[in-house]
Nanobody
Framework: QVQLVESWGGLVQTGQSLRRSCEAS????????ADWYRQTPGNQREWVVS???????VYADSVKGRFAISRDSAKNTVYLQMNSLKPEDTAVYFC??????????????WGQGTQVTVSS
């Protein structure tokens, strides 16, 4: 079993930046891709960005040009750099990594989820 531990979220103002990290308990990012999701109360989990094992990235339109995903395989860590934050980015953010779960779009391992709040 692999555990994913996310860094604390935070409260920031509109336009500010925040860097999130997701550290795995053992080496997986050199073998599997990783994604970030976010969720607001009463809504389904929303996909934000994907990082393929080969390095290709895909971003949701809502964050394209503002967010950037990266990884440091030596540190077993994936990062999400969030710039030019907006109030609508307020959500609980989850990292998701490892092999895909059957026919699901989700991967096997989840971080604990941490709140990011952007004040206007």
């Amino acid at each position: 079993q692999v555990q994913l531990v996310e860094s604390w979220g935070g409260l920031v103002q509109t336009g500010q930046s925040l860097r999130r990290s997701c550290e795995a308990s053992r080496s997986i990012f050199s073998r599997y891709g990783a994604d970030w999701y976010r969720q607001t109360p009463g809504n389904q989990r929303e996909w934000v960005v994907s990082l393929a094992v080969g390095g290709a990235t895909v971003y949701a339109d809502s964050v394209k040009g503002r967010f950037a995903i990266s990884r440091d395989s030596a540190k077993n860590t994936v990062y999400l750099q969030m710039n030019s934050l907006k109030p609508e980015d307020t959500a609980v953010y989850f990292c998701n990594a490892g092999p895909l779960e059957g026919a699901s779009d989700y991967r096997k391992y989840w971080g604990q989820g941490t709140q990011v709040t952007v004040s206007s």
